[in-house]
């Protein structure tokens, strides 16, 4: 195989079954802690509302207190649903960020709300707009950043100035097309909708615009990784994400599920294809099983780095799995 992609970790900051949002959040500070110490090169949080089981909805805050509360590993948002807000105000948040941890904020922006369309309606207060949108807030929110022109009226401060790495998201060539064309380092959400991972590398890479921001392309993948002592432990451990995503398209979101030994066996033929493809991206099983898993994956798609997310039940468990990963890749 060739060289190791960075490792860099998604968190969702789950909220499992018998816990709250407070439990959550400390548990996300102490992994962002964990992950420092084991060499991961970047801590990102997710946005998405009215969801039982994710407390990371509020991003750019807790952005905050992950980063105020490490040293050197670089946080961000993977990402900011700029659909559901105002690139100014988008700007401002990250900009004071930035203020506040000087060359550790990174943006990663996606075109999807990251909920169902009537909460998208209590963020937003009107659902007016298009995706043709889209790449005007970017290009805007992009601007806000900028060193201001003699005679502009509005400026972003905190903002204007500030080193925000900017990032393009996507689950489709869409977000391919658009980061392509605006020379942007690119994020595919492989860990759950690895459909069109190959034809949105395949365009990104072959029509990427060297910008001021990058030079060549950079991909990141999202990546699932469930490690343990022993294969068996490490496919319970994957059960919980299983019964998560299960209940998600079923319409009965909650909060991450105890593990249940056998569960996706016992899922009828139709369940089991759709939570099969959707997380075809994952490495389950002991140190030698994810190593085996994890490397096949690098080799087919090259990816300049990896973005490991873990929606495992118990902390411990996920604190173990993101070390042996870490040890595995090294190794």
């Known amino acids: 195989m060739g060289l190791m992609p960075r490792l860099s970790v998604l968190d969702l900051s789950p909220v499992p079954e ?105 963020l937003r207060r009107t659902l007016d707009g298009s995706v043709d949108d889209f790449p005007r807030d970017v290009m805007e929110l992009m601007g806000w950043f900028e060193p201001a ?62 910008s001021k921001r990058l030079s060549e392309p950079y991909v990141m993948l999202g990546y699932n990784a469930f490690a343990a002592d022993t294969d068996e432990e490490a496919k319970d451990l994957f059960t919980s994400v299983q019964q998560a995503f299960v209940n998600l398209r079923t319409g009965k979101a909650g909060k991450l599920p105890p593990p249940r030994p056998g569960y996706a066996e016992a899922l009828d033929a139709g369940a089991r294809s759709m939570i099969d493809q959707a997380l075809s991206c994952s490495a389950v099983g002991s140190p030698e099983t994810v190593k085996t898993q994890l490397n096949a994956f690098i080799d087919r798609h090259k990816p300049d780095e990896l973005m490991v997310t873990s929606q495992i039940f118990d902390h411990a468990a996920r604190v173990k799995s993101y070390a042996i990963l870490a040890e595995a890749a090294g190794g």
């Open 149 to 210: 022109e003699e005679g502009q009226r509005i400026r972003a401060t905190p903002g204007e100035g500030q080193e925000v790495q900017v990032w393009m998201l996507g689950s489709s060539t869409y977000g391919a097309q658009l980061a392509a064309h605006l020379g942007l380092p690119y994020a595919f959400a492989s860990h759950f909708a690895p459909a069109e991972l190959e034809r949105a590398l395949a365009i990104y890479r072959s029509s990427f615009k060297p």
């Open 18 to 122: 018998g816990a709250d949002v407070s439990q959550s959040l400390a548990n996300t500070l102490d992994l962002a802690r964990h992950a420092e110490r084991l060499g991961y090169h970047r801590y990102w949080l997710a946005e998405h509302h009215n969801m039982p089981g994710i407390a990371s909805a509020a991003t750019s805050v807790v952005i905050g207190h992950v980063a105020a509360g490490t040293k050197t590993i670089r946080v961000g948002a993977g990402g900011i649903m700029l659909p559901n807000h105002a690139p100014y105000v988008i700007a401002e948040q990250f900009g004071t960020l930035a203020a506040l941890h000087p060359g550790r904020i990174d943006l990663g922006l996606g075109r999807a709300p990251g909920t169902d369309q009537a909460t998208s309606r209590a």
